[in-house]
Structure formats: C-alpha cells, structure tokens
C-alpha cells in the first residue's frame, strides 16, 4: 500500500466547518499531521503485563460496533473533529464511521497497525474519511479545545500515565467537547458472548497467568477509573459499568468514563 505523503500544520478554524458535514473532512486536515515517520516517542502502551488468555477472546463475536452505538447513545458527540485514542488497526474508528458517517482521527504510536486500519478503511470506501497521526496519549499532537470527541477503547490500561493522558483529552477538547474513554463490549453485545467472556476470565484468575490476570481486573475497576480522572483535574465526569468482570445493564460488561469537558465560563 502506498503511504500518504505527509501533511504539514494548516491552521484554518475547526469552528468553521462544524456542524457542515460537507466540510468535516476538510477541516480535520486542517488540524491534524498525517506523520508515518517513526518520529512519535515511545509507545502510547505498555503491554509487557498482558496475561496470555486474552487471545482466544477472538472467538467471540466483535464488540466494536456495539462500542460505537454506545459511543453515539450515551456522550451525543456533535459532529465535527473526532479521534480515536489508541485506535490501533482502527477498528472502533471504522465502526464509528459506519455508525455516524463522521470522518475519525487515529492516533496511536505504532503507524504499522494504522496503516493497516488505511487499508481496511479503503476497502469499506471510507479512505475519505479515516486519517492517521503518529502519537502518544501523554503528548497529543493536537491544539487545544479542537476535538468534539475522543474515544478510546482499550487503551488507557497500558498507558504510560493515564492521569497525563487524560489531562491531554481534556486540552484538546473544546468546551462541551466529550470523551468515552475505557474498555467493554457495549451494551448491545450478546448476552451469551458477555457470559462467556466473563466466565473465560474469571478462570483465568486462578490459572497460571492468574497475577497478571488480577492486574488486568483491577486497573478495570470502576475506582481506579474514577481515581485516574480525579488525579487529572477532571470534573464533569461520570464512571460508567461494574468492571473486567462483571456486566451492567447500561453499558454492559467494562468500565468507561464519560466526560464533558466544561464550558468556558464568562464574567
């Protein structure tokens, strides 16, 4: 596959094309570095503590378009600059294209997998509205108060430092922006997969991987979320979902947090 010739910084005003889908994808060129130099510093992730197990979870049916359909439901982004934190192969961004029709902004640190989300993007016929930066979550490539949404599915766990990186989503949003960021299958995922998955892990917790199994549920906790967004300086926020291992019928199984960036107040 050919790469996109880099982009430099253009600076035209994302308030100009909000809320005209015509121009959405003109304006998140606008803002964004398509960078597929190796130039981003270090991995947005940490997953030397990934216990094995998590691999025959493939077998269940795919969760990210039920992610996507909660994204919608529950922070009722406008339309406008969205970006997938952590995107990987950009499978979250693709369903949120499919559910939304709004062009998604990948970023992650390894442009290997989002060249491949490029690829897949181009095949669906949605390479007009899928786009990639080099980065990390600690240091967003973004200006501030741009983005109508942040999404991150899966990703936060292995941050480097979650509380930086939230205090990132927080700048880069604009005021009345919004941010989904966590892990879980969605509330519409089968219930027999969500039983299945559940089952798988809590089995795990006492096979040979079981410590770094105990991590995984505990960095999954509805208190460590709420201690990360606390940390970071976060305030209209709400935690959502019971955990790693346990469903809920609003969010269904995992945890997320659902924040409103504040609008600016004046005197």
């Known amino acids: 596959m050919r790469l996109p010739a880099p982009i430099a910084s253009r600076t035209l005003p994302v308030s100009a094309a909000r809320g005209n889908t015509n121009h959405i994808a003109a304006c998140v060129l606008q803002v964004c570095f398509l960078i597929f130099a190796a130039a981003a510093s270090g991995r947005c992730a940490d997953d030397s503590q990934t216990p094995k197990g998590l691999e025959s979870e493939r077998d269940l049916p795919s969760r990210y378009g039920y992610v996507a359909e909660d994204v ?39 442009k290997d997998a989002m060249t491949k989300g490029l690829e897949a993007a181009r095949q669906q016929g949605m390479q007009d509205r899928l786009l990639a930066v080099v980065g990390s979550a600690e240091s967003l490539p973004f200006p501030d108060g741009v983005a109508d949404l942040v999404v991150s599915r899966g990703s936060i ?85 019971r955990g790693a291992i346990d469903d809920d019928p609003k969010v269904g199984q995992g945890v997320w947090l659902l924040y409103t960036k504040p609008s600016a107040t004046t005197n």
């Open 157 to 241: 766990f292995f941050w480097q430092d979650p509380v930086q990186g939230l205090r990132e989503v927080q700048r880069v949003l604009r005021p009345g922006g919004k941010a989904f960021i966590g892990g879980g299958a969605g509330s519409g995922y089968p219930k027999e997969a969500v039983a299945k998955l559940i089952q798988q892990r809590k089995e795990q917790l006492s096979g040979a991987e079981a410590e770094k199994w105990k991590k995984f549920v505990e960095l999954r906790h509805p208190d460590q979320m709420k201690e990360w967004a606390t940390s970071a300086g976060l305030t209209d926020f709400e935690v959502l979902g």
């Open 72 to 110: 919608r439901r529950l922070s009722q982004p406008v339309k406008g600059f969205w970006i997938d934190l952590g995107a990987g192969k950009g499978d979250v961004a693709i369903a949120l294209i499919r559910e939304a029709g709004n062009p998604v902004v990948m970023v992650d640190p390894d």
